[in-house]
């Protein structure tokens, strides 16, 4: 019995061309990501936390020092699954829907200001890791951060609204080492700002502490 299972991609491998190459898609997609089910898979057995959510995998392993490799193995199978729905053919742009551009603004000062700090800090992150649109739990509000190799929002007590792989896997073959313009065209090109709007709604992750 298989516990992590990597979904399709919900477009075809070229259909984000030119932004992110079928080359880019299918390493990334079927080496990467299925390599993370995998050892996710293997690691998980014996925890105890066989029959946990996802999410409550991901909080406990992280708090507990000896599964940190079974963590990097889950956090980034987790991000991944969310990472291609991330993403939409002629997506991107500042038409956003509503109810989160006036939450931008009410949070963040504005989308300018959102895509500032968002291309700022994907390109500040040192080494591997992700930069992320989030919403905390506790007090609602909107912000931007970014988190090392596997971690995400959900282990620091924050929802996942929006987050952009900068490990470079994700951006070399299309941008070699020029990381700010790959974040540039996610913003710009990428962003499927319809399931941002769906994770929004279904308000915060219901996390055990
Ligand atoms: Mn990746």
Not at 33 to 38: D, S
Not at 161 to 173: K, M, N, S, T
Request: hydrophobic share 35%; charged share 20%; proline share 5%.
């Amino acid at each position: 019995m298989s516990k992590f299972e990597i979904p399709e991609l919900p477009y075809a491998y070229d259909a984000l061309d030119p932004y992110m190459s079928a080359e880019t898609l299918e390493y990334h997609h079927d080496k990467h990501h299925q390599a993370y089910a995998t050892k996710g898979n293997e690691l998980i057995q014996g925890t105890g936390m066989e029959n946990a959510s996802i999410e409550d995998v991901m909080v406990s392993s992280f708090k507990d020092k000896q599964h940190h490799g079974l963590f990097n193995q889950v956090g980034q199978f987790y991000n991944h699954v969310h990472f291609w729905n991330w993403m939409k053919p002629n997506g991107g742009g500042t038409s956003l829907p509503s109810s989160l551009e006036s939450k931008i603004k009410e949070d963040l000062g504005g989308y300018d200001e959102f895509k500032n700090q968002f291309t700022t800090k994907g390109a500040g992150q040192f080494g591997s890791g992700w930069v992320w649109l989030a919403q905390d739990n506790a007090s609602g509000k909107l912000e931007v951060l970014n988190t090392p190799n596997g971690e995400n929002p959900v282990v620091y007590g924050k929802t996942p609204l929006l987050g952009c792989d900068v490990w470079e896997h994700a951006y070399y073959i299309d941008y070699r080492n020029a990381r700010p313009k790959y974040l540039e065209a996610f913003v710009d090109n990428l962003i499927n700002w319809d399931y941002v709007l769906e994770l929004y709604e279904a308000g915060p992750l219901k996390v055990a502490a």
